[in-house]
C-alpha cells in the first residue's frame, strides 16, 4: 500500500521545478561552506545538506536575525525551491525579526531521492533534528509554517511535538485526494491526511487562505481552522489566489501580529500547558492600513527588483495584485484548471 500512495503522491502532488533554479557549491576557501552562486552571499545565511532517516541528503537554508524572538521552519509549496524561496526567507526574517530556515524536499532543487508523502515527513524531521542539535532551537521557540503542499509535512511534525510555539498555515490543504474530488470520507489511499491530523495540534494555528483560490480552494483553510484547538484569528484575504498571497498588505501585517503575540503569550504562561493565544484582536477582523506596510521593521532592508516591498507597494497602486514572479506554485494553466498542483 505504502508504494502505492507514494505513486499517487508522485504523480499529482509534486512538481519540482526542471531543471532546479539553483546551483550549490562547495567553497574550500571557507572550509567548504555550501553557497549558492545565484543569490547574493551573506554571513548571517548557512547552507547546509542533512541527511534523512530515508537516506537522502536535502539542501537546508538558516538565516540568523541579531534580534530573533523565535524561530520559523518553513515548508515551501509545489513547483518550487530555495533559489526561487531565497529572497521571500530573508526579507520575512528581517520583518518579523525571527531566525528561518527553509529546506527543499527530497527530489526538488538541489536534493537527492524522489518526491513523496514519506521522504517529506523524513525531509522536515532532518531539518527539525538540525535545529535543535546545531541551533540550539527548543520546541518552546520554534513555529512551523506549511505553505500549500508544504501544510502536509508540517501538521504532521505539530501533530508529534507537542510543545511548539505555533503553526501558520497558509492556503492549506485538507488531503490530496480533497483537492481534486469533495471526499466526506479519508481513504486509505489518500495522502498528507492534514484533516486527520490537525486535532493532534497542540498550539496556537493561524491560518491564511484566499478567497479566490483556484486550486486549493478556501473551504480548505476553512475546515481545518474550524478543527484546530488553540484558533487564532485568521486572515481570509478577499480576492487572494494561490499564488500571490504575499502581494497583500494585510498578509504580512497579519503574519507579525500572530508572531508578536506568541512572543508576549510565552512571556506571560510560565510554563503552562496550554498556550494563552491573543484574544484581544479575536473578535474583531484585521485591519488593512497603509501605514502599517512598512512598519514591520526598523532597519528597511535592501530592496531588490523582487523584493517584498516593492511587490507590495505595485498591489496597494494597482487594487489588483499582480502575479507574483515569486509564486511557489508556477505551473501550467492545464495543471492548475485539472487541480493537479497544490
Same mark, same amino acid.
Given at each position: 500500500?505504502? +508504494?502505492?500512495? @507514494?505513486?499517487? /503522491? ?27 552562486? =545565484? ?33 520559523? &521552519? ?5 513547483? /518550487? ?5 531565497? =529572497?521571500?526567507?530573508? =526579507? ?19 536534493? !537527492?531521492? *524522489?518526491?513523496?508523502?514519506?521522504? %517529506? ?7 527539525? *533534528? ?12 520554534? $513555529?512551523?509554517?506549511?505553505? @500549500? ?8 511534525? /505539530?501533530?508529534?511535538?507537542?510543545? #511548539? ?14 483537492? #481534486?474530488?469533495?471526499?466526506?470520507? %479519508? ?7 492534514? $484533516?486527520?491530523?490537525? +486535532? ?5 494555528? #493561524?491560518?491564511?487562505?484566499? !478567497? ?24 481570509? &484575504?478577499?480576492? +487572494? +489566489?494561490?499564488?500571490?498571497?504575499? &502581494?497583500?498588505?494585510?498578509? $504580512? ?26 484574544? =484581544? ?25 523582487? @523584493?517584498?516591498?516593492?511587490? #507590495?507597494? *505595485?498591489? *496597494? ?6 502575479? @507574483? ?18
Amino acid at each position: 500500500m505504502g +508504494g502505492i500512495t @507514494s505513486s499517487i /503522491a508522485a504523480k499529482f502532488a509534486f512538481f519540482p521545478p526542471s531543471p532546479p533554479s539553483y546551483t550549490l557549491i562547495s567553497d574550500d576557501s571557507c572550509a567548504g561552506r555550501f553557497y549558492i552562486p =545565484e543569490v547574493p552571499r551573506r554571513d548571517d545565511v548557512d547552507f547546509l545538506r542533512l541527511r534523512t532517516r530515508r537516506g537522502n541528503e536535502i539542501v537546508a537554508v538558516h538565516i540568523k536575525h541579531p534580534k530573533a524572538t523565535a524561530t520559523l &521552519l518553513y515548508s515551501h509549496g509545489n513547483a /518550487a525551491d530555495l533559489g526561487q524561496m531565497f =529572497e521571500l526567507f530573508v =526579507e520575512m526574517s528581517l520583518r518579523l525579526r525571527i531566525n528561518l530556515m527553509g529546506y527543499d524536499y527530497s527530489g526538488y532543487g538541489q536534493s !537527492t531521492g *524522489k518526491p513523496s508523502e514519506c521522504n %517529506t515527513y523524513a525531509d522536515i524531521d532532518a531539518v527539525y *533534528k538540525c535545529l535543535k542539535e546545531q541551533y540550539g532551537v527548543q520546541d518552546e521557540q520554534l $513555529i512551523v509554517y506549511g505553505q @500549500s503542499v508544504g501544510s502536509g509535512p508540517t501538521i504532521d511534525l /505539530a501533530s508529534r511535538v507537542p510543545n #511548539l510555539r505555533g503553526v501558520v498555515l497558509h492556503s492549506p490543504i485538507l488531503s490530496g485526494l480533497r483537492v #481534486l474530488y469533495p471526499a466526506k470520507r %479519508t481513504y486509505w489511499f489518500d495522502i498528507f491526511k492534514n $484533516i486527520d491530523k490537525i +486535532g493532534m495540534v497542540n498550539c496556537p494555528v #493561524l491560518v491564511i487562505h484566499g !478567497t479566490a483560490d483556484e486550486v486549493v480552494d478556501c473551504s480548505h483553510g476553512k475546515q481545518l481552522w474550524e478543527l484546530c484547538n488553540q484558533k487564532y484569528e485568521p486572515l481570509w &484575504l478577499n480576492g +487572494g +489566489g494561490h499564488c500571490n498571497l504575499e &502581494l497583500y498588505p494585510e498578509f $504580512i501585517k497579519h503574519l507579525k501580529k500572530f508572531v508578536l503575540s506568541l512572543n508576549k503569550s510565552k512571556a506571560t504562561t510560565n510554563g503552562s500547558k496550554k498556550t494563552t493565544v491573543d484574544t =484581544e484582536n479575536q473578535t474583531k477582523p484585521s485591519e488593512t492600513g497603509p501605514s502599517d506596510t512598512f512598519e514591520l521593521h526598523p532597519d528597511p532592508p535592501e530592496i531588490s527588483r523582487n @523584493s517584498l516591498d516593492s511587490r #507590495l507597494e *505595485k498591489s *496597494k497602486k494597482s487594487n489588483k495584485p499582480e502575479k @507574483s514572479r515569486m509564486s511557489t506554485d508556477h505551473v501550467d494553466r492545464f495543471r492548475r484548471r485539472k487541480g493537479l498542483v497544490w
